[in-house]
């Protein structure tokens, strides 16, 4: 076997594993329960745990730990070894069907949002068979839903393995009427590419900005950025290189199908995407891709920064979150054909999309907003924040044709002339490449473009899931009800097409006129996070989560409050940084500076020489002015935290005051340090710039 084909899932209890290791009748019923979605038998959980703590046993490990993701947004775990006494000093190694269908953390310590009383601080863990255990770091890991002691969602796996129940039995609902009789589940496919930078360890371990917040506060402007885009696709730097070689075999061992790997637009800027599989799958995956690409970064000398935007006027960082809809006997539901106006099938599931996306913007709005988010959306370098959806010439075509009556015609997908005799003439995609939309139709699945690097897929993808399931589902019973389906999916389409068009926009997403236009268009343009937030709790998306069964009303209050809290922790965490380095950091760094040029001017002075010394002297002018402004925004910074942090009571006011007066602050206070960083000697500057961090590695 060739060596990727050895180590690809060596440490996962896969397919293949539980096939060779588990009972024939042991392995149909899980097999059952994975690929229907039946119910665990706790006999069948008993046969496994044995089989799967012999085969770890075997590849020399001794705990086990239930990996859960809680609303932390990173993953969770909590080790206990395979160790029970026997009473005769002696040990046995022991992992019973309890221990692998339910465990039991205090749940006390993570955020809750209110849903759990303090002295209630139970905490349920439950196996999540869809998901193949795995090892790492010695540990048997176990993917688990997190709930309350009452049953209420207190994670991010939770919802989503909801939200893909809603939106199988929805599709398939409407996939029956349209005489299919074969499929008996329809998943949702992902495929997440996930950009990154590195910098190398020992300038990072440098800025307290980057350890404390993983983004920089501070940091003039290099003279060389992003403008020549000679990164993008360049080839690897050796170190870079070796760093990419280890975490693919990483990833490769824990099954994960890292494939593509290049250089971004920006420097130090990178990028993995897998191969695109179950959304419940694709997004533990995802979690592991984080944890492994900080960790084997750290061997190298080297840190993984996952933050949304490291370095201002830099190009942030995203991820591209690649979805679509699958039959379980292999039909992807987006894949338009060769003539997507017969396609009838293809055509309904496709306006499902178009009317859930301009119906629930708000929601999936928020699904992609977090504090680092707003350094990007909106910023022309990433979608802007408003939610709108790129077709392409042919399929916008098809439905400007369906609008005037049905469609009759696809324009086809020529071939390309490259115009050199000895290169193959390609075949044209059907729809071009539109990098500026937040929704982009990219052959046989969406691109939701807006994702932030650092967060979990989850939310994205529930998000998707159920309101795609609530837009199915009014299809669904319109054509259950319909004399004539084939008249009544005309008459759908022609309607969705007419109302939701507004949503459909090829053009560019970063220009200033399609700000104005999509006001015009009524379509919402929420900038911020903290505004986003409330569309957690508005009615109709309360209404459609809990009518899909994905999240409770009481999940959702819990869920706004905890967003709002992160954003409040998050802010202030910077501002405190901010006020941390300025003070001690730069403050010191700039009077030092100051001094130095005082004494050259006295110094020259007292050699009696009528020497031309005003250059120190303008130059320390310029210098005291600005540490006299970086002086005082200290104290107008200080007084804002101050005020935020006294303002009990709203969480949305508060997190709004953080916004709107502690943020703008600190943008106050940069741009006075930013300015000296560029007046002062490289020598006395106190921390390394961007120059050192983005040029280094
Ligand atoms: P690009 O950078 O051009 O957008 P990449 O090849 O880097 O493209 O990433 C495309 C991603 O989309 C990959 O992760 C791929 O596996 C995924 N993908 C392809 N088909 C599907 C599908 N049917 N459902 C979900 N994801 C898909
Ligand atoms: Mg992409």
């Not at 042919?394 to 015609?409: K, M, V, Y």
């Amino acid at each position: 076997m060739s060596k990727l084909g050895e180590i690809f899932g060596s440490n996962v209890f896969n397919d293949s594993v539980m096939r060779e290791r588990l009972p024939k009748a042991t392995y149909k019923a899980l097999k059952k329960t994975i690929d229907e979605g039946l119910a665990l038998d706790p006999a069948v959980a008993e046969v496994v745990a044995g089989a799967m703590k012999d085969w770890a046993i075997e590849k020399g490990v001794t705990h086990f730990t239930h990996w859960f993701q809680p609303m932390t947004g990173i993953t969770a775990e909590k080790h206990d070894s395979f160790i029970s006494p026997t009473g005769d000093g002696k040990v046995i190694l022991e992992f019973s069907g309890k221990e692998l269908i339910k465990g039991e953390p205090d749940a006390s310590s993570f955020p809750s949002g209110g849903l759990r009383a303090t002295f209630e601080a139970r905490g349920y863990t439950a196996w999540d068979c869809t998901s193949p255990a795995f090892i790492k770091d010695g540990s048997l890991c176990i993917p688990t839903a997190f709930c309350s002691y009452t049953g209420e969602a207190l994670d991010k796996k939770t919802p989503l393995l909801r939200s893909m129940e809603a939106l199988s039995k929805q599709a398939l609902r409407v996939l029956r009427v349209l005489g299919n009789t074969t499929t008996s589940r329809v998943i949702t496919t992902v495929g997440p590419e996930q950009e990154y930078f590195i910098v190398d360890k020992k300038l990072y371990d440098l800025r307290k900005d980057l350890i404390f917040t993983g983004r920089t506060l501070f940091g003039a402007k290099p003279p060389k950025g992003q403008e020549l885009e000679d990164h993008y696709f360049g080839s690897l730097k050796e170190r870079i290189s070796a760093y990419m070689k280890e975490v693919d075999e990483e990833l490769w061992k824990l099954g994960i199908s890292a494939k593509t790997k290049h250089n971004e637009v920006a420097p130090a800027q990178h990028e993995l995407a897998p191969i695109f599989t179950t959304t419940n799958i694709a997004t533990d995956h995802n979690q592991l891709t984080m944890e492994v690409m900080k960790k084997v970064a750290l061997r190298h000398g080297l840190v993984c920064l996952l933050h949304e935007k490291p370095f201002a006027g830099i190009n942030g960082s995203g991820k591209h979150n690649n979805w679509s809809m699958g039959t379980d006997d292999g039909v992807n539901l987006l894949e338009p054909g060769h003539t997507p106006h017969e396609n009838e099938q293809f055509l309904v599931f496709l306006t499902a999309v178009i009317k859930a996306v301009d119906e629930y913007a708000d929601l999936l709005r928020v699904s992609a907003a977090n504090p680092g988010n707003d350094h990007r959306l909106g910023a022309n370098e990433a979608p802007p924040a408003i939610v709108s959806i790129f077709l392409g010439e042919q399929l916008q075509d098809i439905l400007e044709q369906i609008e005037n009556g049905g469609a009759t015609s696809s324009k086809s997908g020529s071939l390309m002339k490259i115009g050199v005799s000895t290169l193959p003439a390609l075949p044209k995609d059907a729809t071009d490449r539109n990098r500026t939309s937040p929704f982009a139709f990219t052959g046989n699945k969406f691109e939701f473009r807006m994702v932030p690097s650092s967060s979990s897929i989850a939310q994205a993808n529930f998000t998707l899931n159920t309101i795609v399931a609530e837009t199915l589902s009014e299809i669904a019973d319109r054509l259950e009800k319909a004399a004539d389906v084939n008249e009544e999916v005309q008459k759908i389409l022609f309607e969705i097409v007419k109302n939701h068009k507004r949503v459909i926009f090829n053009g560019n997403g970063y220009s200033e006129e399609w700000v104005a236009e999509a006001e015009k268009r009524g379509l919402p343009n929420i900038k911020t996070t903290v505004e986003s937030i409330k569309a957690l709790i508005d009615e109709k998306n309360l209404k459609v989560m809990e009518k899909h069964g994905v999240l409770s009303r009481v999940e959702m209050q819990s869920r706004y409050e905890i967003s709002l809290e992160h954003y409040i922790k998050t802010i202030n965490i910077e501002a405190l940084t901010a006020l941390n380095i300025a003070k001690k950091q730069i403050l010191p760094a700039v009077i030092k500076f100051a001094t130095s040029l005082a004494a050259s001017i006295n110094t020259i002075k007292a050699t009696g020489i009528d020497a031309d010394v005003s250059a120190q002297a303008e130059l320390l002018t310029e210098v005291s002015a600005l540490t006299a402004s970086l002086k005082k925004n200290i104290a107008v910074l200080e007084e804002s935290v101050e005020k935020a942090a006294s303002l009990h009571g709203d969480t949305y006011e508060q997190a709004a005051f953080y916004r709107f007066d502690v943020f703008e602050k600190m943008g106050a206070l940069r741009a006075d340090a930013d300015k000296l960083e560029t007046l002062v000697d490289k020598e006395v500057w106190p921390f390394p710039t961007y120059e050192d961090l983005l040029f280094s590695v």
